[in-house]
């Protein structure tokens, strides 16, 4: 795919193709025929008959025969271009594995059969045969002027649309012309054990070594410590130490008890003077235990983790060898460039393109939702910058590769370069950087304003996507292996923008929706087997994130049964206090830790390495089994030979289950030949037969509004849509499958992003997160109902679902319990009848091992005492004001089906270091804690004043009082500085609602009337009326 081919527009629907800036020439694409071997350098040589010397006759791709017996020997056995299995030349010995060709004698394995070409055949007459959706013209038409040449197969080339499908043989006879699809086995792999043509012994090794019992002879070797290195596993877990965990679950045990006993006595002693106060604390105080229960016992089995980069680089990159290192494909997504600067997501793209991985890996998918001019020309100018930018990142080995938190880094950036011209390059390439950060300001400043007749590109041409919600799907190539080389000529990795289609009526399912659609794009085009998913905002802010994620997913012991791998957040722009626990550190080092050690982290919405046959709805591989030992035909017995007219009958049932099978996957995954056939290839890689137009063609066909409709994604495929946390939907999904997922934490943070540090901001990002929770709640998606048949997510697992949906609901009696300390200092009752010596104990001990647990969690997670305070006030912040908002429109959805629109969190951040800090900006979110706050506050005086009036025997009751007053009083204070501003100023917006509601408690006072003295006469029930 060529970067120089231009914007390409369309609509399947309305069957229309447009090619904008696409006048330029093609620039000449390498020679593959050349007669230079692509891996030593040396000559072709020449066969026996004198003819060019060709290893594969798939692809042609130029490999001399020295490399050529050496990787059917020692090697993968694969063509490093197409990955299709070397065949025996002749003159080449035999190695293990070989098929049956004509000179060849072998009886063993004459009934062997690959079903790895089987399954690739059945693909390719799937994909070419002729199968017509009345799309336009056929693939095989003569359209690649027109059109750019599109990535496959790891080079860019263009490649015949025709596939000679005669050359199957007569098996495809009967099924050329029906719409076939390929069958896999169980768990749709197309990769052949080569294992199962090895005899008993043979295999009993094999497994001895995956499960690492083998032992080995070093000295018949002297390479085999590398090899032994290079087999030893990618990953391990590192248990937390036992003097740390050990008394941290018997404390949890002990705190369990109490607290059983502590409700036990509050409900035995009920207050009859103050039956509803007592009745509201006890219900309040039964659904907090079983808050702490869902909460806390999910972090029974906290781990660490551990990955080997070196191992993984003498395992997938040996030196002279192709680099076996699988493909990624990054998506980052962006809605509107004035919330979402293009600025920050150029940042973001360039730390992708500069990333430690090789470049013809690595290929970045850009969503671009909002169809904006001004991403899509942000992303021109990121493109041109990126070819000086990121030879200089590699060159000098710099970290973080987004070049505004760079050159923004208060370090000595002298340390550790030995190189001369470093400081010489650093201040060239900072006056570069400032020179592309304003001309992209020019950018933003200009589409703050909307000219008349809308966007025109620079060649006149009217802007595609001027409607932001009638517009065709369009799809540009910035950077790709012809046109996407840096200042030194050394290749990039590719750079693709993708808007998708919009029509009026259609559902689109916002974010949910974009992503399925760079899936979609992302498996025409370059299909590689992982995923990394980022928000525009998160850059990699270590350029080896990737191989961290290649340590687990591509080891060969545990990396199977992975779904996805998720690193944690960790944010830039925070103030040193974190007054509203904007790291969620906690979170990130304390439960995503806890659930590593059950069935792995819930998905997060961004850093997040994806196995792409996860996404797709496939259940997780089966583990191996130990090869038992088979018996052989020694004795006589021969095999069972199936009579003529069975062969024919079972043929015909064949060519029925595999025309089924494609309609199912038609109703799967969508009308798309060539995706559909993408689905299958584990490994990943795009047909190397298919021509570049069908597949351009095909990738506006799949991003097109329509395509979803009647299929499964959204329901089973991809992110999954029926709320606006789809993340925490998705990896529901996959856990329930029976895939796990690993945490993965770097010592250096693998993304940082930034977070909304503005108090109304942040109750608005905590809305939108408890609003999800609830929809999925009430949904049938319910962790509380769904997946119990198949019975794969552990309990623990659901525990810890259950808790991420039930959590806002906690908002109601946390409003109610917060506000019973001013109920009852202004009333003079309260909640608890008088305490007795005994029952005493049980407040203590209770307190005694919420204060232990809390300390001994620190100890083993590594958060400081000053974040876990923060976590626990905004706990009781967001839990009355953005979790009660959360509730409350989540059950009118449900019930009156009125829809909330969702809000992008503003990524925009002021000059001055943390002036959005102290912005104040009004929202309803902060009427509850306002009120709460002021109420309780006048409860102290009230209580305070009764207590001076009526003299020293009310004191004693007061002391419970206050201190409940003052429990809520100090969690909201966080809050409370947030409303007064900077410099103390409040502003006149809280002054009037604090005039307000105090004027109300005011008229509520004069009622209660404390001052005055309350005198007892007598007991009328005792002594009569005459007394």
Known sequence: MEASAGLVAGSHNRNELVVIHGHEEPKALKNLSGQVCEICGDEMGVTVEGELFVACNECGFPVCRPCYEYERREGSQLCPQCKTRYKRLKGSPRVEGDDDEEDTDDIEHEFNIDEHKKNTDIAEAMLHGKMSYGRGPEDHEDINAQYPPVISGGRSRPVSGEFPISSYGDQMGPTLHKRVHPVTDDHASGRWDDS????????????????????????????????????????????????????????????????????????????????????????????????????????????????????????????????????????????????????????????????????????????????????????????????????????????????????????????DKVQPTFVKERRAMKREYEEFKVRINAMVAKATKVPPGGWIMQDGTPWPGNNTKDHPGMIQVFLGQNGGLDVEGHELPRLVYVSREKRPGFQHHKKAGAMNSLIRVAGVLTNAPF???????????????????????????????????????????????????????????????????????????????????????????????????????????????????????????????????????????????????????????????????????????????????????????????????????????????????????????AFKGSAPINLSDRLNQVLRWALGSVEIFFSHHSPLLYGHKEGKLKWLERFAYVNTTVYPFTALPLLAYCTLPAICLLTGKFIMPEISTFASLFFIALFLSIFITGILELRWSGVSIEEWWRNEQFWVIGGISAHLFAVIQGVLKVLAGIDTNFTVTSKASDDEDFSELYAFKWTTLLIPPTTILIINLVGVVAGISDAINNGYQSWGPLFGKLFFAFWVIVHLYPFLKGLMGKQNRTPTIVVIWSILLASIFSLLWVRIDPFILRTKGPDTNKCGINC
């Open 531 to 749: 995923m990394l998913n980022l928000d525009c905002d998160h850059y990699i802010n270590n350029s080896k994130a990737v191989r961290e994620a290649m340590c687990i997913l591509m080891d060969p012991q545990v990396g199977k049964k992975v779904c996805y791998v998720q690193f944690p957040q960790r944010f830039d722009g925070i103030d040193r206090h974190d007054r509203y626990a904007n790291r969620n550190t906690v979170f990130f080092d304390i439960n995503m830790k806890g659930l590593d050690g059950i069935q792995g982290p819930v998905y997060v919405g961004t850093g997040c390495v994806f196995r792409r046959q996860a996404l797709y709805g496939y259940d997780p591989p089966k583990g191996r089994k130990r090869p038992k030992m088979v018996s052989c035909d020694c004795f006589g017995r021969r095999r069972k030979k199936i009579p003529h007219g069975d062969a024919d009958v079972q043929g015909f049932e064949d060519d029925k289950e595999i025309l089924k099978s494609q309609m199912n996957f038609e109703k799967k995954f969508g009308q798309s030949p060539i995706f559909v056939t993408s689905t299958l290839m584990v490994e990943g890689g795009v047909p190397p037969s298919s021509s570049p137009a069908a597949l351009l063609k095909e990738a506006i066909h799949v991003i097109s509004c329509g395509y979803e409709d009647k299929t499964e994604w959204g329901l089973e495929l991809g992110w999954i849509y029926g709320s606006i946390t789809e993340d925490i939907l998705t990896g529901f999904k996959m856990h329930c499958r029976g895939w796990r997922s690993i945490y993965c934490m770097p010592k250096r943070p």
């Open 196 to 415: 199962k043509d090895l005899g008993w012994k043979e295999r009993m090794d094999e497994w001895k070594v995956q499960q690492g019992n083998h032992e080995y002879d070093e000295l018949a070797d002297p390479d085999m410590g590398i090899i032994d290195e290079a087999r030893q596993p990618l990953s391990r877990k590192v248990p937390i130490a036992s003097s740390k965990i050990n008394p941290y679950r018997m404390v949890i045990v002990t705190r369990l008890v109490v607290l059983a006993l502590f409700l036990r006595y509050r409900i035995l002693n009920p207050v009859h003077d103050a039956i509803g106060l007592w009745l509201t604390s006890i219900v309040c105080e039964i659904w907090f235990a079983l808050s702490w229960i869902l909460d806390q016992f999910p972090k029974w089995f906290p781990i660490d983790r551990e990955t080997y980069l070196d191992r993984l680089s003498l395992r997938y990159e040996r030196e002279g060898e192709p680099n076996m290192l699988a493909p990624v494909d990054i998506f980052v997504s962006t809605v509107d460039p004035l919330k979402e600067p293009p600025l920050v997501t150029a940042n973001t793209v360039l730390s992708i393109l500069a990333v430690d991985y090789p470049v013809d890996k690595i290929s970045c998918y850009i969503s671009d939702d909002g169809a904006s001019m001004c991403t899509f020309e942000a992303l021109s100018e990121t493109a041109e910058f990126a070819r000086k930018w990121v030879p200089f990142c590699k060159k000098f080995a710099i970290e973080p590769r987004a070049p505004e938190w760079y050159f923004s880094e208060k370090v000595d950036y002298l340390k």
